[in-house]
Nanobody, 119 residues
Framework: QVQLVESGGGLVQAGGSLRLSCVAS????????MAWYRQSPGKQRESVAT???????NYADSVKGRFTISRDNAKNAVYLQMNNLKPEDTAVYYC?????????????WGQGTQVTVSS
């Protein structure tokens, strides 16, 4: 199994910045994709940013130019730098990792961290 621990959420005014962190730990595993998703009340969970092997990134159109995903392979960590935050960015943000555990591809989720942007 892989455990994901997130941190860095909070309350910020519009235009402000936050940095989310997610660290993976557990039994022997090999991480493939690391990503951030978010979910607002009454809405479906949506992909915010994804980083694949080779540092290939993808971003939702709504966050391009404002959010940056990065990873530290030595720490099994993924980060989301969020700048110029807007009220519509308010959501619970979830870390997602696709990893190979015992030769099986598995999908893991963090517990979620609340981000609230006030206008």
């Amino acid at each position: 199994q892989v455990q994901l621990v997130e941190s860095g959420g909070g309350l910020v005014q519009a235009g402000g910045s936050l940095r989310l962190s997610c660290v993976a730990s557990g039994s022997t595993f090999s991480i493939g994709i690391m990503a951030w998703y978010r979910q607002s009340p009454g809405k479906q969970r949506e992909s915010v940013a994804t980083m694949r092997s080779g540092d290939i990134t993808n971003y939702a159109d709504s966050v391009k130019g404002r959010f940056t995903i990065s990873r530290d392979n030595a720490k099994n960590a993924v980060y989301l730098q969020m700048n110029n935050l807007k009220p519509e960015d308010t959501a619970v943000y979830y870390c997602n990792v696709v990893a190979i555990v015992s030769n099986v591809v598995r999908n893991f989720w963090g517990q979620g961290t609340q981000v609230t942007v006030s206008s």
